[in-house]
């Protein structure tokens, strides 16, 4: 299974592509980012990275798309760009008939490091060892882009992952440690 990870950046946009053998051996395929200028009307922006993102599916002939998932900052603005091209990246999942699979930062840290509160340079270090490379993927934006696909096999993110994708890795283990730990601490809201 191949596995394009996108980590969504408006300026920066990491994308990551990951195959799966049939003993879930994993390796890099390719990793980038797509840049785009911050003086660049927006709606170019926008263009270019779903051109990058598309090009890189069909070239690649990827079998998923996996996507961080958005979550609230305090920075209205950089949470406005990267809900944008992640929606560019569901899209182009969407118009290449590819299953997708979104995964929260702390979901995709804790499995590729066993902690959902791993920071950058812990992430870009397991994904470095996961893989097999001479160093650590730079930028981080890159290695995210990794990580999230790593994340989207091992946790056989889509039906295409198979039967093999429901034994669980003890990296995935401490993830859904890690998950179920996370909302025991969440405090419960109801609506009205």
Known sequence: ?????????????????VDSDSRRTLSLVEVGVLRTPTDMPIQQRLLTIAAGIEEWIVRHDVDAVAVERVFAQHNVASVMGTAQVAGLAMVAAARAGLPLGMHTPSEVKAAVTGSGRADKPQVQEMVRRILRLAERPEPADAADALALAVCHLWRGGTPA?????????????????????????????RSR
């Open 161 to 189: 992952a198979g039967p093999a994708a429901r034994h669980a890795t003890p990296a995935q283990e401490a993830w859904a440690r890690a998950e179920l730990a996370a909302r025991r601490s969440r405090p419960v809201t």
């Open 1 to 17: 299974m191949r596995v394009l990870g996108v980590d969504p950046g408006l300026t920066r946009c990491g994308l990551g592509i």
